[in-house]
């Protein structure tokens, strides 16, 4: 089983910047591929970012590359979303998830952290 606990969440002025962390608590940390996704109210939940095993493989979605970024430090059980140049419609809450099955389907998720940016 795996828990996941997302912080940093907040509010910010559009143009701004959050770091979003989701600690895991498990030790195959370093085996499990993680994810980002985002929910905006009235909206599907849709993806954000995902990294691979090693950190060396990152997927975006095409509406925040280049302006987010999701990384990952193995020793800390860690996985990072820096998100930068922030803008209204990327207000949502944001969910961390572990061990991939699909490109969407995750098998572990988090309660979500909640991000709002005012224009």
């Known amino acids: 089983q795996v828990q996941l606990a997302e912080s940093g969440g907040g509010l910010v002025q559009a143009g701004g910047s959050l770091r979003l962390f989701c600690v895991a608590s498990v030790r195959t940390f370093s085996r499990y591929t993680m994810g980002w996704f985002r929910q905006a109210p009235g909206k599907e939940r849709e993806f954000v970012a995902a990294?691979?095993?090693?950190?060396?493989?990152?997927y975006y979605a095409d509406s925040v590359k280049g302006r987010f970024t999701i990384s990952r430090d193995n020793a800390k059980n860690t996985v990072y979303l820096q998100m930068n140049s922030l803008k209204p419609e990327d207000t949502a809450v944001y969910y961390c998830?572990?061990?991939?099955?699909?490109?969407?389907?995750?098998?572990?998720w988090g309660q979500g952290t909640q991000v709002t940016v005012s224009s």
């Open positions: 990294i691979g095993w090693t950190g060396g493989s990152t």
């Open positions: 998830a572990a061990d991939a099955v699909t490109t969407t389907q995750y098998n572990y």
